[in-house]
């Protein structure tokens, strides 16, 4: 039975800090959850049973259903390109 050679990961291998579109990312993300809070709502994510799909809602907060969204919402939203 053939084996392929995994690299090692050395010294200076990770960076000391997330590259810069990492950190954007994360505060586009983090503008939204401030914009939803305001609100008094929040993201839901998790699996569908039936289908295995993703599912993202956003909800108020005591949970009720506000709207669902697509992945490709929630990446139009990361990206500042959509507002809820």
Same mark, same amino acid.
């Given at each position: 039975m053939g084996t392929t050679a995994i690299g090692r990961i050395g010294p200076g291998a990770i960076p000391s800090s997330p590259p810069a579109e990492?950190?954007?990312a994360v505060?586009?993300?983090a503008k939204v959850a401030d914009q939803l809070a305001a609100r008094g709502q929040?993201? *839901?994510f998790g699996l569908r049973r039936v289908t295995g799909r993703i599912a993202i809602e956003v909800e108020d907060a005591s949970g009720r259903l506000i709207s669902r969204l697509s992945p490709s919402d929630?990446?139009?939203?990361?990206?500042? *390109?959509?507002l809820l």
């Open positions: 990492v950190l954007a505060a586009a993300a929040h993201v *839901s929630v990446l139009s939203l990361a990206k500042g *390109s959509r």
